[in-house]
């Protein structure tokens, strides 16, 4: 079945480590986000990419880095320079005005 | 102005009643409009996409005021199974596909 794959699920780090979250989708969509999600909050948008080796700053970039050298993956890196990394992190795809097609998040703790 | 306001709530109802949500945009270019149900601690996930005609599923309605720049959902017969909290998507048009989200609105039904 076709879908987005988010890895992993829990994801446990210390301050100061940078940390990759994988996101994979066999869609064949060209569009993918990334959003973080705090406790009661709503879903803030980090980054995205519209096509391959292309991507933009969404809202809330800062500390945060991405690559999409192919068009099933578009992995997310949480660096040191963020400061408050711990969050819910979505990633999803669409195909131009479909909706939006979640996986099923990664839980990052830092301490 | 944000560009998508929901009433956060919480919405706490008895079981069998019927609940409406309102969602309103500020960007009248806005093409795409979708209705999300998020779980705690979980993805959201699509509940219905939003035509200009209105669309019904089951217990669920929504509808489309572009005039006034809101979309609306209803829930019949409410049950248990519906707590949740519901989020609003609005894409803008334009050359730009970046979804926006609402807060979210919380509902809560009680037996």
């Known amino acids: 079945d076709g879908g987005i794959t988010q890895s992993p699920k829990y994801l446990f780090r210390k301050e100061g480590q940078n940390v990759t979250l994988s996101c994979e989708q066999n869609?064949?969509?060209?569009?993918m986000y990334w959003y973080r999600q705090d406790p009661g909050q709503g879903l803030r948008l980090i980054y995205y990419?519209?096509?391959?080796?292309?991507?933009q700053k969404g809202d809330i970039a800062e500390g945060y880095s991405v690559s999409r050298e192919k068009k099933e993956s578009f992995p997310l890196t949480v660096t040191s320079a963020q400061k408050n990394p711990t969050a819910f992190y979505l990633c999803a795809s669409r195909d131009r005005e479909s909706p939006l097609h979640f996986g099923n998040g990664t839980r990052l703790t830092v301490t | 102005r944000k560009e998508v306001e929901q009433d956060p709530g919480p919405f706490n109802v008895p079981e069998g009643a019927t609940v409406a949500f309102n969602c309103t945009y500020s960007n009248s270019a806005s093409q795409s409009f979708f209705w999300y149900r998020q779980d705690c601690r979980k993805e959201p996930k699509l509940l219905m996409s939003v035509y200009s005609s209105g669309n019904e599923d089951g217990r669920f309605t929504a509808q489309l005021n572009r005039a006034s720049q809101y979309i609306s959902l209803l829930i019949r017969d409410s049950k248990l199974s519906d707590s949740a909290t519901y989020l609003c998507v609005v894409t803008l048009s334009g050359g730009s596909y970046i979804p926006t989200f609402g807060r979210g609105t919380s509902l809560i039904v009680h037996p």
């Open positions: 869609l064949n969509h060209d569009a």
């Open positions: 990419s519209q096509i391959v080796n292309d991507f």
